[in-house]
């Protein structure tokens, strides 16, 4: 996510929290609400766990009986292992133009619209059901009415953002490995945190 911060130039502190201006570094966090209410933060954060699951490996699962329908194919067996991936439900065209492309404005759009309630119907990066990351709701702590992400990645995010830039120093190796989960190929990004 640090990474994804860093690489675009036009997000800034100033962008991300423009009503804080912060002399030293505070002893208290922002309030969730506060946090919350910065809508590119949690366009970034929506975008990264969208192109950067996780877990993107597959997610087995077995059809119940009688028969499933599953994605215009009916009557599958019972007892049959199909398997779905957060990869690739992410990069579906239909949902998400451009795929492969971070574009954090596609998810600031009006609460109601159709669209992004597919993009969040869609977002599977803590996968679902029996099979849901049992830790997702600290993470997103989201309302699940509304799947507003209230969440501590947000605010970690900002606390480190509305005290300080960062650069890269060393990026070799930032490459996925290709697993189950992910995790950079060389298990490290370097780099250099300067007050603001």
């Known amino acids: 996510m640090v990474y994804r911060f860093i690489l675009p ?10 009503s804080q201006s912060v002399p030293e570094i505070p002893t208290e ?6 946090i919350d209410d910065l809508p590119l933060l949690g366009a970034i954060v929506m975008e ?21 329908t599953l994605a215009g194919y009916d009557k599958i067996p019972r007892k049959t292992r199909v398997n779905a ?3 690739s439900l992410h990069r579906n065209h239909d949902v998400s133009p451009n795929p492969g492309s971070f574009l954090p404005d ?16 869609w977002l599977w990066a803590f996968g679902s ?5 049992v830790r997702s709701n600290l993470a997103l702590q989201a309302r699940i009415t509304l799947f507003l992400p209230q969440s501590e990645i947000k605010l970690v995010v900002a606390a480190i953002y509305s005290n300080f830039t960062s650069k890269i120093i060393d990026d070799d190796g ?8 992910v995790r950079p190929s060389n298990n490290r990004l370097v780099l250099k945190f300067e007050r603001v």
């Open 9 to 18: 130039a036009v997000i800034a502190v100033g962008i991300l929290l423009p």
């Open 29 to 34: 966090l922002p309030h969730p609400k506060a």
């Open 48 to 68: 990264t766990l969208r192109l950067h699951s996780p877990i993107p490996g597959i997610q087995p699962q077995i059809t119940p009986a009688p028969f499933t």
């Open 85 to 87: 991936q957060a990869y």
């Open 106 to 121: 596609r998810w600031l759009k009006p609460m109601d619209s159709v669209e992004l309630g597919n993009m969040r119907r």
């Open 129 to 133: 059901g029996g099979r849901m990351c």
């Open 174 to 181: 930032i490459e996925p490995i290709d697993a189950y989960t």
